[in-house]
């Protein structure tokens, strides 16, 4: 077979494995076709992990986008972790629009999650910054457990943006997969778990300077991608699976209190009205 066609069947099956169990079901299939591990990696997403500064003590996320052989780098102290000498960083303008970056993010986070954890990567495109353009990733993981209906749970979103400048204007490529699972365990319901992922892609060209620069602009298409998803999310996934559910159980016997049930109750209570009238009058 192909290595093209191999690769074509692996994300296959892992499309159609329980998503709350992708990160067994990619370490089975890694150990099927090793030579293929860096690929599958950075095509399969997999829910992230935190990892704590050992310089700053922040938490920060890992990815595919911040590792370098074995070792992770932190968006904070710009160290790798295992230490790694030769690690990749981004230029020096690079970092230090990286370090606004986790700044602006973190407050983003704080503000519609009230939680979590949230971490930028940026990487300089072919040419140089300035030249050729950047790339970023923007992560958030949010995670809840013991929750009154949520036993656990977790958030994962992931922003992959690319930056193409040309004069004065610049053109944004998103692309945005975000992973949600909630399970429940009690006693009226029982164990069930419901997750899945959901990917949207976005593209903008628009002008940007000192007033308007490029965080503000990604910024932007972040914020009305995540609103189009967790409104989508909750009307597809939560809302349907409740209309289904509450299809198959019927909870008692007998007739329901709809529109046809209440208007026989009420033609009925009419005609007994008009029949003790009648009686009265003889």
């Known amino acids: 077979m192909a290595e093209k066609d191999l690769i074509s069947c692996a994300l296959s099956i892992m499309r159609r494995m329980p998503p709350n169990k992708i990160e067994h079901n990619l370490s089975g299939l890694l150990n099927l076709v090793p030579e293929h591990t860096d690929e599958l990696l950075q095509r399969v997403d997999q ?7 050992a310089e700053t003590g922040l938490k920060y996320l890992l990815c595919d986008y911040n590792r370098d052989g074995d070792s992770y780098r932190s968006p904070w102290s710009n160290s790798y972790e295992p230490p790694l000498d030769d690690g990749f960083v981004p230029s020096a303008d690079l970092r230090q629009l990286e370090i606004e970056a986790n700044q602006l993010f973190d407050a983003y986070r704080e503000l519609y999650f009230e939680g979590g954890t949230s971490s930028v990567y940026l990487w300089d495109l072919e ?7 950047f790339a970023g990733c923007f992560l958030i993981k949010k995670t809840v457990a013991g929750h009154r209906f949520v036993s656990d749970g977790a958030w994962d979103s992931i922003h992959v943006v690319e930056v193409a400048e040309d004069g004065t204007r610049a053109t944004y490529k998103l692309t945005t997969t975000v992973m949600l699972s909630m399970g429940v365990q009690q006693e009226q319901v029982g164990d069930s778990n ?38 989508y999310l909750d009307s597809l996934y939560i809302q349907k699976t409740r209309e289904v559910v509450s299809s198959i159980r019927k909870l008692h016997k007998g007739p329901t209190q709809g529109q046809p ?6 033609a009925a209570v009419l005609k007994h009205g008009q029949n003790r009238k009648i009686d009265s009058e003889t």
């Open 127 to 133: 040419g140089g910054a300035g030249k050729g353009g």
């Open 194 to 231: 419901l997750s899945g992922s959901l990917t949207r892609t976005a593209t903008k060209t628009c002008p940007f300077d000192d007033a308007k620069p490029h965080l503000a602009n990604v910024g932007t298409m972040i914020e009305d991608v995540e609103t189009d998803i967790r409104t």
């Open 47 to 53: 829910p992230l992990e935190e990892a704590t500064d």
């Open 261 to 266: 049930f209440t208007m026989n109750l009420n």
